[in-house]
């Protein structure tokens, strides 16, 4: 194995891994300074050059020419005879250099040291991994997605870093195939086995968060503040932005003109319906805020409990709550307090109730089925017979009869 073999052998680690040039030199130069040690007793005196470009490696050693019978140390000194079969213009008093070859140090010490560099590349390129990822903690990067696990998906970086995005940071209706390219944000990076893990999320608020800063340059430039993020990844995300300068309409900025910044993030987040509201200190106008479009009668608020109970019309609960009670959920969240809905009706108005409302009790299909003939409220359900709804819909008797008794006992209970 010549230098060139070898060095050709070593580079590679340079061509496919995240180690720099003069990192790979200082690494070759000590893993043959350990050689030299075992060789010859010390490496002072001897020059290693090494150039990856070209697949050179040349190491040389100095001694001082000294006459004939006053060596005292073969180490660092040579005489005068012997320097003159280096070079035939050697003077006594001046240094000799004398290339060594590497083929002088046997093949069992060059394969040992190859398989040292190996080593030593590896746990740098571990550690090279290990800090540029932990720096970009809360940063976006994009990956192509490699292999496709029950648990997890494997991306590689552009290059070529393993990236790993579990299940459970995923969104639900997330679905790959290998080669297709991936954003999300890089959650945190572990060590496992002496092996960097570097972890990303599109579930992660701070997924949310990125998009944003990127899509809305005033939040970029620092001129609005995201104050708070909340979402169901894939479903609902409400986010309180804020502006230090009045000229700036915080809400308009994020979503754009016509929509331009948010569709962009919408569609990146599987159709999440994103909120965009005014942060505020004035609590009522907050949880107001929070709840949008739902129209708020009144607020009570229970600071020693961090409850809030909030009073509408009875056509305004069904928007409050949301569909499955994601709205009032994420209300919740964002402000900080446990969000009660009630029914504020006066004693003159009739009692009435959104079909929505039944959701838990009645099946979503059957609500539809209703409100295809104009059935938007108990009542109005309540007010046709059973006949007739078997004739005007696709529902069966057996069906029927339980919806009705479900409304008769929901007004009962009000009663």
């Not at 903690?137 to 192509?144: H, K, L, Q």
């Amino acid at each position: 194995m010549n230098s060139i073999e070898l060095i050709d052998s070593f580079s590679e680690f340079k061509e496919f891994k995240n180690i720099d040039r003069p990192t790979l030199m200082r690494v070759l130069e000590d893993v043959f300074r350990t050689l030299l040690r075992k060789k010859f007793g010390s490496s002072d005196n001897f020059d290693i050059i090494v150039n990856t470009d070209k697949g050179d490696l040349e190491i040389w050693r100095r001694r001082e020419i000294v006459e004939d019978g006053t060596v005292e140390d073969d180490l660092t000194q040579v005489s005068f005879t012997e320097a003159k079969k280096i070079e035939e213009d050697y003077e006594v008093g001046e240094e000799a250099y004398e290339q060594i070859e590497i083929e002088k140090f046997g093949r069992r010490a060059i394969l040992a040291a190859r398989q040292t560099l190996i080593s030593r590349v590896l746990e740098l390129e571990k550690d090279e991994i290990y800090k540029k990822y932990k720096d970009r903690v809360g940063e976006i990067v994009n990956g192509e997605v490699y292999q496709i696990w029950k648990k997890e998906v494997l991306l590689l970086d552009d290059e070529g870093n393993e990236l790993i995005l579990p299940k459970s940071e995923q969104i639900k209706s997330d679905f790959y195939k290998k080669g297709d390219s991936i954003r999300a944000v890089v959650k945190k990076v572990d060590m496992r086995h002496n092996n960097p893990v570097v972890i990303v999320s599109r579930t992660d608020i701070a997924f949310l968060a990125k998009l944003l800063e990127l899509e809305v340059p005033e939040i970029f430039d620092g001129l609005i503040t995201i104050k708070k993020i909340v979402r169901e990844p894939g479903e609902k995300a409400k986010v309180a932005v804020e502006s230090y300068d009045d000229r700036i309409d915080p809400v308009g900025a994020c979503v754009g003109m016509k929509g331009s910044r948010i569709h962009g993030i919408v569609r990146e987040l599987r159709n999440e319906n994103i909120d965009i509201i005014n942060f505020t200190n004035n609590l009522n106008l907050y949880v107001t805020r929070a709840l949008a479009p739902a129209k708020i009668q009144r607020i009570d608020v229970n600071e020693e409990d961090k409850k809030i109970a909030v009073y509408l019309k009875p056509d305004q609960v069904s928007l409050a709550i949301g569909r499955g009670g994601l709205n009032i959920r994420l209300g919740s969240r964002l402000v900080g307090y446990d969000i009660d809905v009630y029914r504020d009706i006066d004693e003159e108005e009739e009692v009435d109730i959104d079909l929505d409302e039944f959701t838990d009790e009645i099946e979503p299909w059957m609500i539809d089925e209703l409100k295809g003939i104009g059935c938007d409220t108990a009542k109005s359900v309540l007010e046709l017979s059973a006949e007739e709804l078997n004739r005007r819909t696709e529902l069966e008797e057996e069906m029927i009869q339980e919806i009705l008794k479900i409304l008769r006992e929901e007004f009962e209970e009000e009663s």
